[in-house]
């Protein structure tokens, strides 16, 4: 069982290039996330989505586009790159609102670093 | 002012020493809250949920104080393989969860 699996785990970018960091989730997973994480600054939320063709902003949403046109797939793109997007990016999912209870757990990938130059 | 504030010490205690990391929240409509542990270049993954009661799992205990707006974790006998980052979170609205930049804990032979 694989989890939260990301694509690609490490990349460098030059300013204003683009692209495209996949996410994976094999647990039938309804809501997916992508959380960016800073020193200093701890994770912090860039997009939501509650279900397949559905996506939200989350706290720090400027600057990325997102798609989840299969369930299981949630992608986050960045169509210009600054050196201010340099950080590292984690998916997650869980299988409900987070709110609907306190027990529901999200699920991280293992990350992606990401340098813009 | 940040949603949810840690000291990010580091705190390098021996083995077997008891370790107590707090953390504050500003918003008091905040519905949940969990303590992850972060390994160093890993992902965060759930250590436990904390409840009003306060609860425990093995050497650790969570603790909330919502007119404080206060989280509390204590670990007891620490061992070497708690050496790690934990990080305080804070659940406002149904898909958010707000993360503290992380305590640092070293434990030592």
């Known amino acids: 069982n694989a989890g939260v699996t990301q694509t690609p785990k490490f990349r460098v970018l030059k300013t204003g290039q683009s692209m495209t960091l996949l996410c994976a989730q094999d647990m039938n997973h309804e809501y997916m996330y992508w959380y960016r994480q800073d020193p200093g600054m701890g994770l912090r939320l860039i997009h939501y989505?509650?279900?397949?063709?559905?996506?939200a902003k989350g706290e720090v949403p400027d600057g990325y586009n997102v798609s989840r046109l299969k369930k299981q797939n949630f992608l986050l793109g960045l169509e210009s790159a600054a050196p201010s997007q340099t950080s590292v990016y984690f998916c997650?999912?869980?299988?409900?609102?987070?709110?609907?209870?306190?027990?529901?757990?999200?699920?991280f990938g293992e990350g992606s670093w990401l340098t813009v130059v | 002012r940040k949603e949810v504030e840690q000291d990010p010490g580091p705190f390098n205690v021996p083995e077997g020493a008891t370790v107590a990391f707090n953390c504050t929240y500003s918003?008091?409509?905040?519905?949940?809250f969990f303590w992850y542990r972060q390994d160093c270049r890993k992902e965060p993954k759930l250590l436990m949920s904390?409840?009003?009661s306060g609860n425990e799992d093995g050497r650790f205990t969570a603790q909330l104080n919502r007119a404080s707006q206060y989280i509390s974790l204590l670990i007891r006998d620490s061992k070497l393989s708690d050496s790690a980052t934990y990080l305080c979170v804070c659940q406002t609205g149904a898909n958010n969860l707000f993360f503290g930049t992380g305590t640092r804990l070293t434990v030592i032979p």
């Open positions: 997650a999912s869980s299988y409900s609102s987070l709110g609907r209870s306190s027990g529901n757990t999200i699920y």
């Open positions: 989505s509650v279900g397949e063709g559905t996506t």
């Open positions: 904390v409840y009003s």
């Open positions: 918003n008091s409509a905040s519905q949940s």
